[in-house]
């Protein structure tokens, strides 16, 4: 079975750029997450998502950065503009439904994303 | 809210030898621990889960943890460590009921020396 996907796998850009990362999820699972890892504040919950609804985007930094989930199958990140600091590795999750499944995700390879 | 301490950034082990990841928690009741391990340049992998019941629970790899409440800590360990062992790895908690997202710590790097 294909595991999470995710792609760009790298990106570079110049800094005011418009960005956007996308994540296919395993298929089934009813909760996505983007997380993002740096080497100074480690893996950070970015937004999350069940059953394509937004569930809690409190981790998102700020007004640059928007997530959506327009069906069961795709998501996207997008940052607009892109600043130098938003450099990272953006890693999109997965889970299935059900209690017992709670904290099992399964994670793509990441997409990691340079701003000069 | 809760949280999770890992003391630990990098440790060195020789191949054979026995291993033990600390990890503490923050939380008010009893949370779900988790620990995952990341490879270079790849996501993260699910080792093990607790929730309820026996305190000591195995995982994949040969890993297992064991959960103290009293010391609020849930830590991996390994009998015999392999070359292959080599990656980082995460402590991580979810609230018992509700919020699916996990917290992580800030992971432990480990290096295994021939």
């Known amino acids: 079975d294909a595991g999470v996907i995710q792609s760009p796998r790298h990106e570079v850009t110049e800094m005011g750029q418009e960005v956007t990362l996308r994540c296919k999820p395993i298929?089934?699972?009813?909760?996505l997450f983007w997380y993002r890892q740096t080497m100074m504040r480690g893996l950070e919950l970015l937004i999350y998502?069940?059953?394509?609804?937004?569930?809690?985007d409190s981790g998102m930094p700020e007004d640059r950065f928007s997530a959506k989930m327009p069906n069961a199958s795709f998501s996207t990140l997008k940052i607009q503009p892109s600043e130098p600091r938003d450099s990272a590795v953006y890693f999109c999750?997965?889970?299935?439904?059900?209690?017992?499944?709670?904290?099992?995700?399964?994670f793509g390879e990441g997409s990691r994303l340079t701003v000069l | 809210a809760q949280s999770v301490t890992q003391p630990d950034i990098h440790i060195t082990v020789s191949e054979g030898a026995s291993l033990e990841l600390r990890c503490n928690y923050s939380y008010g009741a009893t949370p779900y621990l988790f620990w995952y391990v990341q490879s270079p340049g790849q996501g993260l992998q699910l080792l093990l889960k607790y929730f309820s019941g026996d305190t000591l629970v195995q995982g994949i790899k040969g890993f297992e943890a064991e959960f103290k409440r009293s010391q609020s800590s849930f830590n991996l360990r390994k009998p015999s460590v392999h070359w292959s062992d080599a990656a980082e790895y995460f402590c991580?908690?979810?609230?018992?009921?509700?919020?699916?997202?996990?917290?992580f710590g800030s992971g432990t790097r480990l290096q295994v020396q021939p």
């Open positions: 998502f069940n059953n394509n609804v937004p569930i809690d």
């Open positions: 298929s089934g699972h009813d909760y």
């Open positions: 999750a997965s889970s299935r439904p059900g209690t017992r499944n709670t904290g099992e995700l399964f």
């Open positions: 991580a908690v979810a609230p018992g009921t509700g919020r699916r997202a996990l917290t």
